[in-house]
């Protein structure tokens, strides 16, 4: 059963909004499920400020010594006083705002904990001053998941904790998936399979779905975006590495069963047409008989995008069902994929959401 907690559990996009607003003035704690892109908020937030330095602090390789080290220093060549340099990770000597991520801090050291309280809380380490336009954020994983994050109370009080819930498989899709160019098997795999980003939270039974971490039943590996990212790498390699390796390392990164589920999409390859028959021959290249693999070749053409493919693309994706045409539009709309304004400018693509009710896809742009 959900907690109340995670019944209000956030997504990444209102997390983004909630550190821009509140990040300048109030620390805040991002506690999620391990591997959905908790330490990536550094890079979204730093492409959202680009005059902002990204700083990141790894606590869990850090100890007391590690913060701040004392030096020396002479008064009028009498006497002496200490004056502590700190950790250059921390941004501390940056004249610029900064965004600072201490990732992990729930597994660090106490002691770190405690030297890290009052940059958290004032802004502040030893004698200087973060930028007044500086951002800190935390991250740290859910208690539930028996991974060793924990924080005493007077250090949660001094901070503010949004939980982060996992993304659902469309927004892993078309905010990640899409924009990254992953391999078009995985996305298809996670289209088909959406509970691969189920919260153990909701399975009373870790029986009822393999394919997910649960604290209940110890798997060696499991899906998670970050492990389905490192899937997609793998079966990069394809033409590299025969098919047993490739499935043994997939084994070894997702598990047993979500690798042989992945592995039917990686079969279904043969039936995806050639970016070179759709290019030359866009009213003939073969269409896929099978759902799953018309997918695939949406997700294959999206990562593959340019402007000699464009515009037989658009006459291709006639030929496939409105879903996958739909699918296309909602793709090349999100405002991280790379080939945005190459699709929105496209008068073929404008044509077809005048016909097909989707101005507002065109509008966004």
Known sequence: ???????????????????????????????????????????????RLPNHIPCYFDCTTKDLGDIMIPNVQMIDGEGQFIRYLTNEELGAHNDKPIILMLDEIGKCNRAVQSALRRVMLERKIGTRELHKESLVLATTNLGAENV????????????????????????????????????????????????????????????????????????????????????????????????????????????????????????????????????????????????????????????????????PWMTYLERLNTEAQAMFAQGASSKDYPEHHLVMTNKKFTQWCIENNYLRTADQN
């Not at 088909?192 to 209940?216: G, L, M």
């Open 148 to 311: 060793g994050d924990l924080m005493e109370a007077h250090k949660r009080n001094a901070i503010t904790t949004i939980q982060v819930r996992k993304p659902t498989w469309e927004e892993w899709i078309v905010d990640f998936g899409v924009p990254n160019k992953l391999h078009p098997s995985v996305l298809g795999f996670v289209r088909e399979f959406p509970q691969v980003f189920q919260s153990f939270e909701e399975v009373k039974d870790p029986a009822e779905n393999p394919y997910i971490f649960h604290p209940r039943e110890e798997r060696e590996a499991f899906c998670t975006p970050r492990s389905l990212h490192a899937a997609s790498d793998i079966l990069m390699k394809q033409d590299a590495l025969d098919s047993d390796t490739i499935f043994s390392l997939l084994i070894g990164t997702i598990g047993a069963r979500a690798a042989a589920d992945l592995n039917t999409f990686v079969q279904l390859a043969d039936q995806l047409p050639s970016l070179e028959d759709i290019k030359t021959n866009p009213n003939g290249a073969k269409v896929p008989p099978e759902a799953p693999a018309v997918c695939m070749t949406v997700f294959k053409v999206l990562g593959a995008m340019s402007r000699d493919l464009i515009d």
């Open 1 to 47: 059963m959900q907690s109340f907690k995670s019944q209000y559990a956030l997504g990444f996009r209102q997390i983004e909004d909630a550190l821009v607003e509140i990040g300048p003035s109030r620390t805040i704690l991002l506690e999620g499920h391990m591997g959905i892109g908790k330490s990536s908020m550094l890079l979204s937030l730093s492409k």
